[in-house]
């Protein structure tokens, strides 16, 4: 064989097989990217970075009326199915910031007004801004064509079927994430204490995650979308380890509207959520039982607005 004709076939080869891969991937279609996605449900399996963001493109415009942003406080154990009357998705992340939290919102916002948003606020998400890893980007749509990555996700998803305790999405279809597992040998009360004991919490803001913040609740506002706004629930003790939250809190509210339904799970009205260790399943993310209170209390004011 010449060297000439061995370089076309190589390229033959490579062509056919990237060929295939595009094919499968389509076919597969693991992010609702190529086909209608009505009445589809499509879970999460690998990166959740990466899921919901392609998930943003069709998937999440063309079956859900709201979604729910947040950081991991809004996303474990939060399942949005159980919040009766509303098809709300999911879109919080674990460890996600403002900046990638508005860039999911705004690639659903570009298909669909949606009717509402509710958003969870603590601290964590203002304390940095921008993208905090590589994903979250437009090259990753083109890459669900086949790539390396789509092959790692059907590796994923055959270990997932194979060891389904320890996948937290196995019920994602609504983005929830289901962190049972990984939080089973914690004990809450012991780690609310290991919190305490490191002394007074301070909240650290960046500036530019405020101005983010405030750009999203303006561009919600210009497109009529109902803004549902909560604080997220800390025990009281970890409250009170905390001096600064009331001047964080002050800083939020000076970018709502009056439109804004906003309302503090660490008011009094609330006092049994916070009150029980309980509550939570590491001393600071939502157990099932404090998780399953704050989605019914979302619930409860969706309807009394909507109703």
Known sequence: MTSKAFVVRVILVTLFTLSVNILVSIFIDDYGLYRSTIDRE???????????????????????????????????MMNTRLINGFKIYNLSLNGGNISELRILLNKVLERKKMRFVVIC???????????????ITPKEYWSALGSVNSFSL??????????????????????????????????????????LAKGVEDIVVHPSSLREFGAVLEKLHLLDIDVFMYFYPK????????????????????????????????????SRLVKQAES?????????????????EIERVLSSFYN
């Open 154 to 195: 059907q590796v994923k998803k055959i270990v997932n079927w194979y060891n389904p305790e320890a996948n937290p999405y196995f019920d994602s279809g609504w983005g929830y994430y289901d962190s049972t597992f990984a939080k089973r040998k914690l004990n809450s009360r012991l780690e609310i204490n290991k919190r």
């Open 42 to 76: 499509i879970k999460i399996h690998g990166s959740e970075r990466t899921s919901k963001y392609l998930l943003s493109h069709k998937y999440i415009p063309d079956n859900f009326e709201g979604i729910l942003i947040g950081p991991s406080y809004g996303d474990l």
């Open 121 to 135: 606020v603590d601290p964590y998400v203002f304390k940095d801004n921008g993208r905090k890893t590589n994903s």
């Open 235 to 270: 025990h009281e003790e970890i409250l009170k380890n905390t001096p600064s939250y009331d001047e964080f809190k002050s800083k939020i509210m000076a970018l709502t509207s009056k439109q804004d339904i906003v309302w503090d799970f660490n008011s009094n009205q609330y």
């Open 280 to 296: 939570f399943s590491d001393g600071s993310h939502l157990s099932k039982v404090g998780a399953l209170i704050v989605l019914k």
